[in-house]
């Protein structure tokens, strides 16, 4: 089994709607981003703490070395 390593994105299309969703909230708002995630299949735990909680988030997806594999 392929275990991702810590701090690793599982789900790099989940990963891109998480950054996508933070540029919403700065234009957009709380409930434009949170909207954005859930219909994109980002997880309500995630949604939340990126949400509520932005000094526990990873980097961005595209700081991210593994990015562009």
């Known amino acids: 089994m392929n275990n ?3 701090g690793s994105r599982p ?3 989940k990963a ?4 996508a969703g933070l540029d919403l909230l ?8 949170a909207a954005f ?3 994109a299949g980002v997880p309500l735990a995630v949604i939340a703490r990126v949400l509520n909680e932005p000094d526990r988030r990873r ?4 700081a991210d070395p593994h ?3």
Do not use: H, Q, W
Not at 16 to 19: D, G, M, P, S
Not at 26 to 33: D, I, L, N, S, V
Not at 59 to 62: G, M, S
């Open 16 to 19: 891109i709607a998480v950054e």
């Open 59 to 62: 980097l961005p997806a595209r």
């Open 26 to 33: 700065k234009t957009e708002g709380r409930a434009a981003a």
């Open 37 to 39: 995630m859930e219909d």
């Open 4 to 6: 991702p390593e810590p």
């Open 11 to 13: 789900d790099r299309s």
């Open 67 to 69: 990015y562009n594999d």
